[in-house]
């Protein structure tokens, strides 16, 4: 139903608060869309964020609007698909993904630098050591009240602030902290120039070696460079603080000790490792609402979940996508697009936010030896092409972004 165009006010103005992936790409569609947007972003200007991880090809369709998904792809690497190994290095199954665009694995700095550059290219105001302290509503009027002390004022507020998110504080006091969901994400990038001595289809796919219990994952990287991933439980919190900051030497060495007789090339990969990054898992399975009034949450803010869920990044890039084209729709008020955003993307948010978690607590059950035979030879040859259809169709995209596609 089209509201009353002479009740609508136009937002010219909206607060974005994240300056990671999810702010900045929602910057990019609001300005497209006619509404000035300022980021503000917490933490200090820097490239040294950790890690890597994989653009899914719903997120690079999100990219290519943008005109930065050739740049991703010559700054990373393609994976076409997943292989699964036990851990004496038979394989148990392989899923293939359709759709004409592979995913991407990437170094996170070198997607930060092109979303970066692509806010500047289109004069998007980026504010950093920005951290937001409290939010005042007053009619149509939005204020971010600053620790700096400084304010900013909009037509709107967008939460893009990640998984520890400040404006869901706000919006909601009693879910402020995310789930711990008792788990640690550990792996590392290994030495420029180091190759494993794999297969070379491994080289275009991401591959998981599972054990009687635990898993561990490998891919090639940005520039060539390897890396690999493990999602480790810990039994309190002073463990995970151990872990957390452990040297990276006893780590390595607890490591080894977990996947002791595991196939190659786990022990090769954790022995080159040179840059380690180690994550505290948090998710945030269900909210009452991601939105009130003029305020609204997206990204990691409204849904986070584990990487076990292979799509944290991609789903934000499809918010902030869906978002920008309804607050575009001039018959739509800000709350009435809000509230239709959250319609369209609770439901296949939560389900991938589901399906992370349960794919962590999986791999924490123990197989024995009829467990192991049964996986092996019965179950993964037949799920593993069925997990290649269901990522098909979630790499297809959220068809509540065809049916709002601009003309």
Same mark, same amino acid.
């Given at each position: 139903?089209?509201?009353?165009?002479?009740?609508?006010?136009?937002?010219?103005?909206?607060?974005?608060?994240?300056?990671?992936? +999810? &702010?900045?790409?929602?910057?990019? *569609? $609001?300005?497209?869309?006619?509404?000035?947007? @300022?980021?503000?972003? #917490? !933490?200090?200007?820097?490239?040294?964020?950790?890690?890597?991880?994989?653009?899914?090809?719903?997120?690079?369709?999100?990219?290519?609007?943008?005109?930065?998904?050739?740049?991703?792809?010559? +700054? &990373?690497?393609?994976?076409?698909? *997943? $292989?699964?190994?036990?851990?004496?290095?038979? @394989?148990?199954?392989? #899923? !293939?993904?359709?759709?004409?665009?592979?995913?991407?694995?990437?170094?996170?700095?070198?997607?930060?630098?092109?979303?970066?550059?692509?806010?500047?290219?289109?004069?998007?105001?980026?504010?950093? &050591?920005?951290?937001?302290?409290?939010?005042?509503?007053?009619?149509?009027?939005?204020?971010?009240?600053?620790?700096?002390?400084?304010?900013?004022?909009?037509?709107?507020?967008?939460?893009?602030?990640?998984?520890?998110?400040?404006?869901?504080?706000?919006?909601?006091?009693?879910?402020?902290?995310?789930?711990?969901?008792?788990?640690?994400?550990?792996?590392?990038?290994?030495?420029?120039?180091?190759?494993?001595?794999?297969?070379?289809?491994?080289?275009?796919?991401?591959?998981?070696?599972?054990?009687?219990?635990?898993?561990?994952?490998?891919?090639?990287?940005?520039?060539?460079?390897?890396?690999?991933?493990?999602?480790?439980?810990?039994?309190?919190?002073?463990?995970?603080?151990?872990?957390?900051?452990?040297?990276?030497?006893?780590?390595?060495?607890?490591?080894?000790?977990?996947?002791?007789?595991?196939?190659?090339?786990?022990?090769?990969?954790?022995?080159?490792?040179?840059?380690?990054?180690?994550?505290?898992?948090?998710?945030?399975?269900?909210?009452?609402?991601?939105?009130?009034?003029?305020?609204?949450?997206?990204?990691?803010?409204?849904?986070?979940?584990?990487?076990?869920?292979?799509?944290?990044?991609?789903?934000?890039?499809?918010?902030?996508?869906?978002?920008?084209?309804?607050?575009?729709?001039?018959?739509?008020?800000?709350?009435?697009?809000?509230?239709?955003?959250?319609?369209?993307?609770?439901?296949?948010?939560?389900?991938?936010?589901?399906?992370?978690?349960?794919?962590?607590?999986?791999?924490?059950?123990?197989?024995?030896?009829?467990?192991?035979?049964?996986?092996?030879?019965?179950?993964?040859?037949?799920?593993?092409?069925?997990?290649?259809?269901?990522?098909?169709?979630?790499?297809?995209?959220?068809?509540?972004?065809?049916?709002?596609?601009?003309?």
């Amino acid at each position: 139903m089209v509201e009353d165009m002479d009740t609508i006010s136009t937002p010219r103005r909206a607060i974005v608060i994240g300056g990671g992936i +999810a &702010g900045p790409a929602t910057a990019l *569609f $609001l300005a497209r869309a006619g509404i000035e947007p @300022v980021v503000l972003e #917490a !933490h200090a200007l820097a490239d040294d964020a950790g890690g890597a991880f994989q653009i899914a090809p719903n997120g690079m369709r999100v990219l290519g609007e943008l005109g930065i998904a050739d740049d991703l792809e010559r +700054a &990373g690497h393609p994976s076409r698909g *997943f $292989l699964f190994k036990n851990h004496q290095g038979e @394989v148990i199954g392989q #899923a !293939h993904t359709g759709g004409a665009r592979p995913g991407v694995n990437v170094l996170r700095p070198n997607l930060h630098r092109l979303m970066r550059a692509a806010t500047y290219r289109d004069g998007i105001a980026v504010h950093y &050591g920005k951290r937001l302290q409290d939010i005042t509503v007053d009619g149509d009027r939005v204020v971010a009240h600053l620790h700096d002390g400084t304010t900013e004022i909009g037509d709107l507020l967008i939460g893009a602030d990640g998984v520890h998110s400040h404006v869901r504080a706000w919006l909601h006091p009693t879910h402020a902290r995310p789930r711990d969901t008792r788990m640690i994400s550990l792996g590392a990038l290994c030495e420029l120039g180091f190759t494993p001595d794999v297969p070379r289809e491994e080289h275009d796919t991401v591959t998981f070696i599972a054990g009687p219990r635990y898993q561990f994952g490998y891919s090639k990287m940005s520039g060539g460079q390897w890396g690999w991933w493990c999602h480790v439980p810990f039994a309190d919190d002073a463990e995970r603080s151990a872990v957390l900051t452990m040297p990276s030497a006893e780590l390595a060495s607890r490591l080894r000790e977990r996947y002791r007789g595991w196939c190659s090339p786990t022990a090769q990969l954790i022995a080159r490792s040179a840059a380690w990054v180690r994550t505290a898992i948090h998710d945030v399975p269900r909210l009452p609402s991601w939105h009130r009034g003029r305020v609204v949450l997206m990204g990691d803010a409204a849904h986070a979940m584990s990487p076990a869920g292979g799509l944290g990044a991609s789903l934000a890039l499809e918010d902030a996508m869906l978002l920008g084209r309804l607050l575009g729709d001039r018959t739509r008020s800000v709350e009435a697009s809000f509230a239709r955003f959250e319609a369209l993307r609770r439901r296949r948010a939560e389900a991938m936010v589901t399906r992370g978690y349960d794919n962590d607590q999986r791999t924490l059950k123990e197989l024995g030896t009829v467990g192991l035979w049964m996986r092996d030879h019965v179950l993964m040859p037949i799920m593993a092409p069925l997990i290649g259809k269901a990522l098909t169709r979630v790499y297809a995209g959220d068809p509540a972004l065809a049916a709002t596609q601009a003309a």
